[in-house]
Structure formats: C-alpha cells, structure tokens
C-alpha cells in the first residue's frame, strides 16, 4: 500500500505561493480532482451550479484565504471555477441540498451529493481521548488522491489537516497535544447567507486557537453561512457542535461515555424540523431504512452514528490501529468511504487511510516518537 504524501503549508509565504512547492505528480492529482468536482457538482443540482458563481462574486472581497485560492489555480492550472468547486465543496453540497422540500419531485431526477461522514470520540485508559473519523463522499479519486498538509508557522502553534491538492478548507484537522475536529455534513434547513464557511471558520480555529477551550468558544460564538456538526475532541473533552446560519447547539461528552454524530440533528427543535420536512424525496436524500445496502451505500444517520456509539463504547481501543478497526465495519464504511482517520491526544499520534471502491489503497501512520521528528524533518525541508 502506497504512503500518504506530506506536504509542508508555510503560513510565512505569501498566501498565494503557499501551493508553488506542489511535486507535479500532485498537481496533476489536484487537477483531476478539481474538474470532476466541477463536473459532479454542477451536474448534482441546479443550485449547485449557480452556487459557484455565487461564491466567485461573494469570496472576491471577504474569504481571507482568496489568495491561496488564487494560488491553487495557477499551480494546478484549472479554471476560477473548478477552483472555486474543489475549495467549496462542502458548502456547495449543502447549497445543493437547501430547499428540497420546495422542489418536490425535482430534486430526484438529481443524484444528491452526499456527505455521509460518520466521527466518534471515546476516553481510554491506555490513549486518553481517541477520535475517530469516516469521511464519505461520492468523489472519485478522493482517497487514492489524499494529501496530509502539515501547516507550519502558525501563529498559534503548527497543525495537520487531511485534505487534497489545492484545497485551502479544513474538514479534518488535528494539533498534536491540543485538539482535533473534523466536519460532519449537516442538511440545510435554514437560508444560507455569506457567513463564514464552516471549512474556513475550522482552519481559522486551527491557526488562531492554542487549545480546544479556545476553539470551542471560536466555533461555537461564529456565524456560518451553511449548516455543518463538528466534532471537537481535546486531551479530556469532547463535544459536538450543530453549528447553522440560526445559531450554535453544544453537546458534550458526559459521565466518561462516547459521543458520535453522523448527519442528523442531535438537538430536539432540529431534529423536529427534519420529521417535518420528512417526504419522499427526503427520505430518498437522507437515507431510507427500508433500502438495501446495495440500493443506499450511504445508510441512514442514526444506524451509522447508533453503531459507531456502540462500537467505541465496546471495543474501547487500545491503540491507533484497533481505534481505525472500529470503523471498518457497515454502516460506517462503504463504497463511498474515501477517507478514514485516527487522532490520539494523551500520546499524540494519527492514522490516515486512504479508500476507493470499498478498499484500502494508501495509508498514512506516525506516533508520539514519530511525530516529533516528521514535524522536525518537514519543517527543514520547508527551509
């Protein structure tokens, strides 16, 4: 199995030449990823597709990281708008999904572009917190594509994010000895607006948060422009966050046991209004019980994050690859799992895998030891 590729993002550059020491062979993979997003994206929905344009006019004046952006579009050599659909895909998804209950039967002619991540985080005697992540989107090359940004000269202290070629969002992110958080697809229910996308708030908690308390108060205190839940995981804490254009709802570990989300509301009111909303063609979007495996890869959220609560609190994982062996089993992994991941907090330590057609193609592991001197070696390679 191939080894995941490292890359060294140097905050010290100016934004947009961040991308510049990209080897060819990953912006070639950056490219490919970057048109079959565009492709998929503005093929998935009518919103979608207007969506992009959209976001060329809004991100112009008020998204911080529009240099790097621009950046990517000239290292990978892709249009502004397969930029703007590789660096946006989680809020143009969720563009794409806003309003299905107005459209009716219309959104069903459309493959829906589903994020159905699965994150779990559990407090062991052996690891301490260990969150655990699935990260499942119908993207092709995705995982075979997987790239391990480590971000250097930070003002609050470097980081890792899990990412791919060119993207400036962090969906999966981890700051050995202080926190990990990744983002779980949320179905939009209220208006969008031009808040901060929830991949770009995240990076900014990465850069600017020394702790998870910090991060937890930045996430939680900010308006986003779309629906996300994120997981946030400290050396003793953890805590999902269901974070929406109305407002933010907190749910925190309690008494020791393991907390899991998928992509359905955990807070009552929400959960509500998706029973509301709750027709044919929802049913068709979020996951319908009573389809086969082979009929919704994706299954429903509650089986996924119900199995996954189970799992950790069962198997209580007693190291890094035994935390990865709890999310390799159905419903948490399938045909559109791209993406598996690790984070221990009490040793720091993380495990990337790779995924494409339900198999493992490349892989990603340090520990404690060896992270000190991955950290050691890219930062003199950056120099």
Not at 362 to 383: G, I, M, N, P, Y
Request: glycine share 8%.
């Amino acid at each position: 199995m191939k080894t995941i590729p490292t890359y060294t993002f140097d905050h010290d550059l100016p934004p947009a030449s961040r991308w510049d020491a990209l080897p060819q062979r990953l912006r070639d993979a950056g490219r490919l990823l970057a048109g079959r997003a565009f492709k998929e994206l503005t093929s998935a929905s009518p919103l979608a597709s207007s969506g992009v344009a959209l976001l060329r006019l809004a991100t112009k004046w008020r998204n911080p990281y529009r240099d790097e952006i621009t950046g990517a579009t000239r290292v990978l050599g892709i249009s502004t708008d397969q930029a703007m659909a590789t660096n946006f895909l989680y809020e143009l998804g969720a563009l794409g999904m806003y309003g299905q209950t107005l459209w009716g039967r219309l959104i069903a002619r459309f493959r829906p572009w589903i994020h159905a991540c699965t994150s779990g985080a559990v407090c062991g005697a052996r690891l301490g917190m260990v969150h655990v992540r699935s990260l499942d989107w119908p993207l092709r090359g995705l995982g075979r594509h997987t790239l391990v940004i480590h971000h250097i000269n930070v003002p609050a202290g470097d980081f890792y994010s899990v990412g791919w070629p060119g993207y400036s969002g962090v969906l999966s992110g981890f700051k050995p000895g202080k926190f990990s958080a990744t983002i779980n697809q949320a179905f939009c229910l209220q208006t969008p607006n031009l808040n901060w996308p929830p991949a770009h708030l995240l990076r900014t908690a990465f850069e600017e948060c020394a702790s998870c308390a910090d991060a937890l108060y930045m996430l939680r205190n900010t308006p986003v422009s779309v629906p996300a839940f994120v997981l946030l995981a400290g050396p003793s804490k953890a805590a999902v966050l269901e974070l929406t254009p109305e407002g933010s709802r907190v749910h925190p570990m309690s008494g020791g046991r393991p907390i899991a989300i998928a992509n359905d509301y955990l807070s009552g009111r929400w959960r509500k209004e998706m029973a509301e909303a709750d027709d044919e063609e929802f049913d068709y979007l979020v996951g319908d019980t009573g389809t086969s495996r082979a009929d919704e890869p994706a299954a429903e959220p509650d089986n996924r994050r119900n199995t996954l609560l189970r799992r950790l609190r069962d198997m209580k994982p007693r190291n890094m690859g035994h935390a990865l062996r709890i999310l390799q089993a159905w419903p948490m992994q399938h045909e559109d799992t791209m993406q598996q991941m690790v984070f221990t907090h009490r040793e720091p330590g993380m495990i990337v895998v790779g995924r494409e057609a339900d198999d493992a193609v490349c892989r990603f592991e340090v520990d404690a030891e060896a992270l000190s001197t991955l950290q050691h070696d890219l930062k003199e390679d950056a120099q």
